[in-house]
């Protein structure tokens, strides 16, 4: 049968059926092809959560807080992270950012680390079972110790404690780990100043001690 | 030959403010009475204390050691005793206190003696590097970076150019001036012998700004005095002046001037072949190595309008800062702050305790007229200044905005990192807006993240961890406690079947415990006719002398006696009415066991010679067997039963093969086959109750032999009847042994079942087990219940041959009584014990391995070896 034969409009449809096929069939093969294993955007979002397994999101651990947030859950649930990690998921996800949910906690000022009192500890272990960073040393009816670099300051240590020996101690300033500190922003008492107005400081202490 | 300037970009031209410091001449100031050492004098690991509280110490005495290879060695600067190591203040732009050592001195000055080198060209690259090491140097242009280190470069960067830096750029200091004049002939040489550690670069550059001509005279003079004397390298030495602007003595901004090459972002000059040294590092590494002189001293600029006097200072490493400024006439009431450096990129101490550190290059107590504090800062009104002023082509205004928003990939982006933090933009700023702060303060927040970034991924990777281990640890002991559930499983599985090959085996386990009581039970009917048969006898014989004694006696004895024989004669009747009830129990549930062939009623006579009510009892049981046996509803009933039996059979076998999720379908339709069986038997027994009444037309009517029946309807017809028959102890038994049965199969099937099945299985092998207790304990119970009657037993030992059912059962079960009783009694001890230790044995084996494989269940099998071992003393004893 002559192929010229054929009605236009067949000859159209099975142009077009053919072509269907064949570009399916090519897009059939990439999506098998250069399938991407996993959720990159879980894996995205974990790296950007503080990793101190605190469960104070009501997940037990930042990675399923991770799938959560993934599928759909608020941003705003990490105290450990604080505003910073809400605004860095926020710009991940391309969303507004939130304020910090208050009802999992408040943003620590500084980072703590969990201090063992040594010779109140009666060495019963349950602290350690309780770490989920390993970050305490110890075994049973022996005394325990944090390492220090190692604990995310998570707490959750504290409430197992049967004698109450664990205590969180703010990470002390030293000098590995001190930083300049921002300027204050521009103060609103400065803003009617103007650049020539420079005044002597004693001209400037005084009116502060009139003040 | 002339080098080639090339020009700094940006820069800034500050007030120089150096001839202050240059009026009067360098001096040595005199030694404090402490001298305090922090064990951080430079950058990287903080050394560690080597002495003692209490040592003493010499001058040029190590007193810590480098603690590691990014670290530096610190040396006593002067004879004493080590009086602390605790934190003082250190001059830290933090203005936290730090370790330090502290020395009291004793005024001697006493010092080590130095090991100098005759020859240090002459020595190799490694030995030279661990004497800079030891010798505890580090940059003294400010930095402090461990001078062994960079002078140590990676192995494959090729270095073509030395650059030693006397740029000395910023404002006030003239401390590598005063040095350069002081010490020329030293730089000189030092440098030579850097390029020979260098592996002999190509060009040895002394880069001098031009605002010190004297320096810079000094230095050349030097350089074509030293050119006689042999110096390697010498000649390749250049000194190098260009125009004096801020901030070309940085390091990156020298080598962009001497050699038009730019440090990569984020490089190090090794990595383009360059490596610099501070001029008054040079002079200091040429005292290490070639007199064996340990950085103990450097020469420091103390200026300020708060001193009376300003100049240079050659100061003990470890003079407290308000001891070196005392020297001078410092008026601290006039001073504005303590600068540690100059003014563009020092920072103020808080404690003018600080000491002297390797570093110090400078301390500046500026009056107020001097310094004014910073102007409030305005608003940025993007005048672009800044941009032009930065050397390092950044642009800061962009940064200043990131670094509020705190964006750090902004900032990052835009190169904050690249930043000297010279002070250029904040010096030009129109606005007065500190950049520099907003920068450092930036980069110090992006390390910190960088390194909670770190700490993070390190948190992620323990804490995943530690799941695994958790999940492993789970795992190997789920797997442990299933090796342990099959081992005992096979043991189970073993008994189960060394029970049900030989039942006549001592009983391994429950199972067979109870069949082997249900065995010994099943003699027990004819034993207790016996008992009754005897008492029966004993009463009658009492009954005939009573009445003998009776007959020979007179008078009131005659009374007495008489009442006696009346006694007996009751006790008589009572026996006999017992026994009878029994009998008449037994003819009911014999003619299932007996031979069928002797229940034929037809053979049998009513004339049996009992005594007392002879006829009767066995006649009516007999009638009531043939009643039974032609009533049609009871037959109806039996059918049903034996269907129903069939079907419950069925359904078990089902039940016990089906999947688990089917089974509790199965077990329900088990369950309601039961009830249906339960009721069935009820309306039989009401059936059998009102058979009684029809005794008499019944007497007439023949049995049936179910065996000799052709007819299968007609003998299923008689064995339904036989089983209707039985007795109850004797439905028991046949449960109890289909029980068995059942469990036997139930366990091989467990024994054999997948292992998801197994828990299943065993609980129903669990439940079997319940049953056949259940079962057991009916039994006893039942021959609980026949126990009275065996008084009333009447002897028919006399009657011979055995005429009906009744009498042809009671006949047997006195044969087997009989034959139990032929064995002896020590005969019957013996088998018990041998089997009990057999028992024994067996449940030691069980232990041992039980011990061996670390089971569970250990406790349980000791606790059933100690009751069997309990058992066998018993009887031992017995």
Known sequence: MDISSLHPLVLALLVLGGLALVFGAILGFAAVRYKIEGNPIVDQIDNLLPQTQCGQCGHPGCRPYAEGIANGEEINKCPPGGQDTINSIADLLGVDAPELDAEHGTESELPTVAYIRED?????????????????????????????????????????????????????????????????????VNSDIIASDRQTPQETKQEDTAA | MSQLIYPLRGGVHPPENKQQSLQSPLRRLAIPRELVFPLAQHIGAPAKAVVEIGDRVLAGQMIAEPNGPFSAAIHASTSGTVSAIEARPIPHASGLWGDCIVVAADGKDESIDFEGCENPFGLDHEALIEKIRHAGIAGMGGAGFPSAVKLNPPPNSNIDTLIINGTECEPYITADDVLMQERSEDIIRGCTLLAHILNSPDRILIGVEDNKPKAIAALEQSLLKLAAEDLPGIDRVQVVSFPTKYPSGGEKQLIQILTGKEVPSGGLPAHIGIVVQNVGTTVAIWEAIKHGKPLIERITTVVGESLKEQGNAIVKLGSPSQFVLEQFGFQEKSCARLIAGGPMMGFSLPDSRAPIVKTSNCLLVPSHQEMPDPAPAQACIRCGHCAQACPAGLLPQQLYWYAQAKEHDRLLAHNLMDCIECGACSFVCPSSIPLVQYYRASKGEIRQAEIEKEKSDRSRQRFEFRQKRIERAEAEKEAKRLARKKAAEAAKAKAAANAGTAKTAPAADPVAAAMARVQAQQSDPAEQLAKLERAVNNARNRLNSAEEKWQQAEGDQKAKLESRFKQAQLRLQDAESKLHDFKQQSAGENPATSNPATTNPASAKPTAPLNIDSDDPIERAKAKAQQRLSMSPLEKAENNLSSLNDRLKKAQEKAGEADDDKRAAMEAAVEKLKQKKAALEKEIDELKAQAPLKENTATAESPIDPDSIEDPIERAKAKAMQRLNMSPAEKLQNSLQALQTRLAKAEEKAATADEDKRPAMQAAVEKLQEKIKTVEQEIAEFKAQQEPAKPAESTNESSGVPLDAASAAIEKAKAKAAAQAQMSDSEKHAAQIESLQQRIQKAQQRLDKAIEEGNDNVDAFRLGLEKLQAKLKELESE
């Open chain 1, 120 to 188: 109140e500890c009666i060495g019963c272990t349950k602290c350690i079972q309780a770490c989920p960073m390993d970050a305490i040393l110890g075994a049973a009816k022996q005394m325990h110790t944090v390492i220090a670099d190692e604990c995310t300051g998570c707490d959750l240590c504290v409430e197992p404690c049967p004698v109450d020996c664990i205590e969180m101690r703010e990470v002390e300033v030293t000098m590995q780990n001190w930083k300049w500190q921002l300027p204050s922003p521009l103060a609103a």
